[in-house]
């Protein structure tokens, strides 16, 4: 007996999921949509004065761009993980930050919205609880976004007329912020049900598990007040970045900046959204009456100072995962 045991062949090692990967066809897709956008952003400016602002761009401020980006990732992981279940199990700051960097830092190579799918993967590792729990619990926090930022745009409101589109956009988000919430609602778990296990369970009980916050009026709140200033925190990029530039330095110019990137944001065609981006923020200064090659010109800073926090925070992320790998 001994000897057929020592013959049997070991088992295989569990796979961990693949990392999700952009196909040739995204990739070009991707770039002939950068090379598109960027053409039609140049179209009627005037590159040397873009150039000739960027390069008188004072470094302080771009300094204090990139570190309210950092600032916007910390509050933006504590958004998400107070909605991620059980609230008998506590988070750690690290456990949720790190995988939001990594997701971010994906996006800038892969579109379509796969980093997402790769920070809830690793949550999920960290946490115990299944990749699709973490997914449906990644939505729930997408929509208190959505939510937290309708006040956002309405305290603007207040101290200047919003243009068209930003009255549109503030449309847009109150109806998601309103349909997902009823939704929300009616597709909730049964309260008290414990989540399923990594591989337990079926789809849907294991998505509908991710919403389970929706029973903890606690963690709803705790996610909104963490949303409200994150969105202060990206508020204050848009003015590091105006000031940086010797534009106008106004929260409300500022928040116009981000309500319109934000909406970019929403369907990303191209590796770190680079066209839609700049286009959006060029819309909000030119409506306020701001010319095109200054809008250019905060619109590539104001993207930068998104961009370098996330590529030097995700590398190193991805170095120390694959020491862990290695030693592992």
């Known amino acids: 007996?001994?000897?057929?045991?020592?013959?049997?062949?070991?088992?295989?090692?569990?796979?961990?999921?693949?990392?999700?990967?952009?196909?040739?066809?995204?990739?070009?897709?991707g770039l002939a949509?950068?090379?598109?956008?960027?053409?039609?952003?140049?179209?009627h400016v005037d590159l040397r004065a873009v150039a000739h602002a960027l390069a008188g761009a004072n470094p302080w401020y771009v300094a204090l761009a990139c570190g309210a980006n950092v600032l916007s990732l910390?509050?933006?992981?504590?958004?998400?993980?107070?909605?991620?279940?059980?609230?008998?199990?506590?988070?750690r700051f690290r456990d949720a930050f790190w995988p939001l960097v990594a997701g971010f830092a994906a996006g800038l190579v892969v579109p379509a919205r796969a980093g997402d799918v790769l920070r809830a993967w690793m949550l999920a590792?960290?946490?115990?609880?299944?990749?699709?729990?973490?997914?449906?619990?990644?939505?729930?926090?997408?929509?208190?976004?959505?939510?937290?930022?309708?006040?956002?745009?309405?305290?603007?409101a207040l101290g200047t007329p919003l243009p068209g589109w930003a009255r549109h956009v503030l449309l847009l988000f109150a109806l998601v912020a309103t349909i997902g919430s009823i939704a929300v609602w009616f597709l909730r778990p049964p309260r008290d049900r414990p989540p399923p296990a990594p591989?337990?369970?079926?789809?849907?009980?294991?998505?509908?598990?991710?919403?389970?916050?929706?029973?903890?009026?606690?963690?709803?709140?705790?996610?909104?007040?963490?949303?409200?200033?994150?969105?202060?925190?990206?508020?204050?990029?848009a003015l590091f970045a105006l000031a940086a530039l010797g534009l106008p330095a106004a929260p409300p110019i500022a928040a116009l900046a981000v309500v319109a990137t934000t909406a970019a944001n929403v369907v990303v065609v191209s590796p770190g959204n680079a066209g839609p981006f700049e286009l959006a923020a060029m819309l909000a200064l030119t409506s306020v009456g701001v010319d095109r090659a200054p809008a250019l010109a905060f619109a590539l800073l104001y993207h930068l100072a998104h961009l370098l926090p996330v590529g030097i925070l995700g590398a190193w992320v991805a170095l120390r995962e694959a020491a862990t790998r290695r030693a592992a």
């Not at 992981?77 to 199990?89: L, T």
């Not at 029973?215 to 963490?226: C, F, K, N, Q, Y």
Request: no cysteine.
């Open 125 to 156: 590792r960290r946490t115990g609880l299944s990749t699709a729990t973490v997914v449906a619990a990644a939505a729930l926090d997408y929509l208190v976004g959505a939510a937290t930022l309708v006040p956002v745009l309405a305290l603007v």
């Open 74 to 91: 910390a509050l933006h992981s504590r958004r998400w993980a107070a909605v991620v279940r059980p609230p008998s199990v506590r988070i």
């Open 33 to 43: 949509v950068v090379v598109a956008l960027a053409a039609l952003a140049a179209r």
């Open 199 to 237: 591989g337990t369970g079926g789809l849907v009980t294991r998505l509908r598990s991710g919403l389970a916050a929706a029973h903890e009026p606690r963690a709803i709140a705790a996610s909104v007040a963490w949303g409200l200033g994150g969105w202060g925190a990206e508020v204050l990029i």
């Open 1 to 29: 007996m001994k000897a057929l045991a020592e013959d049997r062949p070991p088992l295989p090692a569990r796979k961990a999921p693949e990392r999700p990967r952009a196909t040739p066809a995204v990739r070009i897709a």
